[in-house]
Each structure stands twice: as C-alpha cells, then as structure tokens.
C-alpha cells in the first residue's frame, strides 16, 4: 500500500491522475471559511471568485452547516420513488423567493439548463401547437449555459464544441444585447429564447438598458417563453435577488444553481409556473438524486441565509463602492470596469499582457480571482464580504495594475 502524501504532492497527484481538463492557479486549498481561504503552506488568501459565485453565503456558512450536519444525523438519500420530509418546505421557499409557483430540482447548473430546454420544447409541442420534432431554441452569442453535448450544442465557443459533434439541432444563435436580431430569429417553431441577464462567463458582458424588456415584450407579441439563465446572476449576485429585477420583468422560467447549494452540496432547479410546468408527468424526466433530503435541506438553508442576511442589497452596495473604487485606481492598463452588485470584470488592454498574468500576480499577494475570456480579471467574491476586506483587496488590486 503506498503511504499517505504530504498535501504539498496534493496538485501533482490531481495532476497525475485527473483528466487535464481545467488549469487551475497554483494554489492548493485545505480550508476555509467565509471569504477567506487557506492554503497546504498555512497561507492565507481572499478569495475574490467565490466558486463562480457559489458561495454567495461564504465558505461554510454556520447556519448551512448545521442544517446539513441535522440532515446527515436523519436522511440523506431517498430517491423520488419516496417523499421525505425536506424538498416540500425547500420547494415552498425556492418558489417565495423565486416568484415562480414550481421548481424541479436537478443536481448540477448544466441539468437545470437541459430540464428547461425540454420543458419549453414540449411546451410547443402540447401547447403552441409546434409540430413535432421542428421547436427551435433562440439563444445569444457568447453564451455559457454548461457543458452537456445538447448546451455546447448552443454555443458559439470554438473549445466548448470541437470535437464533440454531432451537434443537437433545433437552436438559432443571435448576437448578445441585440433585441431586434431576436426578433428576426424567431420562427413558427420557435418556442423559447433562453438568455443569460448578464454574461458572467463571456467575460461579466452587460447587455444595453431595457434589453430584457424588450425580448419580454418580443416574447409576448410572438407567443415565446422567455427563459433566464439565472445560475450565475441570481440569489443576489447583483443587487437584486434575480437580474431579471433591475428591467423590472419576470421571465416566463429561469434556471438557478451554484449558491443555490451553499457551497456545500449541488443543487440546482428550473423554476416555472403551473402552464410551463405541467407539462411533465411521471417518468418523463427525473434525476436519481435531484431533490434528496440532504439537497433539500442544505438548499432551504442557502436561501434563508440569502434572504435573512439581506445580501442582495449588500451585492448592491458593496459592489457599487468596489465598481467605484476600481475605476479611480486610473490604470494605465485597464480598458473598461464593468458589472453588476458583486459580479465585476475588469478588462485589460491586449497590450498590457493577459488577465492571467494579472491573477498569477494577485495569488502572489494573496488575492484569488480568475481570468475569463483572456482579457478580463473576474471579481465576484461571496456576498458576505465586508468593506474593509474589500479595500484590502483593492490595496493589492491596485498594486497589480499600477
Ligand atoms: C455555471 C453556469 C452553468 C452551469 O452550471 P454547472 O453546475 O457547472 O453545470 C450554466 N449557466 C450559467 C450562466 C453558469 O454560470
């Protein structure tokens, strides 16, 4: 038997036996608690990516890890051949704080995606009166549902798809922000638009004011769903509970994931009323672990600590300041500081080397964030960040950039 390694050989070993499919900084995390991180040396870091905004409660929320601590000492797993006692309350207060009547609950953010693709394609089927095997899907350019052969199926990133055809058909792609191209794509088949609110992963790309508005309105006029993709922007990550909030619309489902866990436990759900969601019967979709007790009541917890701790309007007024903040440092090498409540990108000129050059450098000094889309320095730490902490991280932003 070989011996236990020393958490130092921890990366290589993830290295040696692990898929090569992410490029990870060069830190190893052994622990953890509200924004701070801790690394195998004993070093301390802030942590300024929060999981792509699955931690908007922080790392180990105390009142998360009691409920999952009750939840392991009772059930943990039932299948949904049961009931059991925790995804009816965890339902009932997923529908209080999204607005919409039902959820299905899935496991991850790309098999809520998928649940809503099926629900809106049925939906033309039984409802719209779409022919059969012809609903087509209107999506944006540069967007980032998740990784599933039918979602990359969607997407315009040459990596997200080559060598992973064939493709599923029945999507139409338009450009990003464009109310108009939406319009033009629809057809008789069509049955949904799905849109993220903001686009975390393009690189945090806001679309034009009264964008949503407009695709709500296009979507009424030509009998659309109009379906968010709130895993990234939503449970506060704004400033609002739901992006969709700040054009004041309601969608007609959206899809929530990441902090709907906690940080602690994948779980993700589509949200929709009765006339979307009524058409599932048994047996058409399910997940062996989708709505177990432990999600059920890890989710529950997440969503109080959301609502209870106010941190939406913390994302608001937080991430205001930071916005602030960033754009006074008057770097010669950024190009634009933009975003949303706590969900900011901050983009470097070309010339001024790669964001990952400038989050190798942030690690150094203690600050963990990521690169997205090659130019653009992701900041999007847990809600739960305080003022001070974030003027600590800016003391080291601003080192990085002078
Ligand atoms: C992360 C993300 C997903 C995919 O979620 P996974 O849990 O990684 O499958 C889908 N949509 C958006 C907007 C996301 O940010």
Known sequence: MLPPSPPSSAAALAELYGANNYHPLPVVITHASGVWVTDSDGRRY??????????????????????ARDQLERVTLTSRAFHNDQLGPFLERLSQVSGFKRALPMNSGAEAVETGLKACRKWGYQVKGVPDGSARIVLAGNNFHGRTISIISGSTEEQYRQGFGPFTPGFDVVPYGDAAAV?????????????EPIQGEAGVVLPPDGYLREVRAI???????????????????????????????????????????????PISAFCADDALMDVFSPGDHGSTFGGNPMAAAVGKAALDVIVDEG???????LGAYFMERLRGLGSPHVLEVRGRGLLIGVEVHVSSGTARHYCEALKERGVLCKDTHGQVIRFAPPLVITRDEIDMA???????LA
């Open 183 to 195: 319009e033009a794509a629809i057809t008789p088949h069509t049955v949904a638009v799905l849109l």
């Open 394 to 400: 800016l003391a080291h932003v601003a080192a990085v």
């Open 311 to 317: 941190l939406p309007a913390r994302a608001a007024e």
């Open 219 to 265: 979507c009424d006029r030509r009998s659309v769903l109009m379906f968010l993709d709130e895993i990234q922007t939503g449970l506060g990550r704004t400033g609002r509970m739901w992006a969709f909030e700040h054009e004041d619309i309601r969608p007609d489902c959206i899809t929530v994931a990441k902090a709907l866990g906690g940080g602690v436990y």
């Open 46 to 67: 802030i942590d300024m990516l929060s999981s792509y905004s699955a931690l908007n409660q922080g790392h180990r929320h105390p009142r998360i890890l009691q409920a």
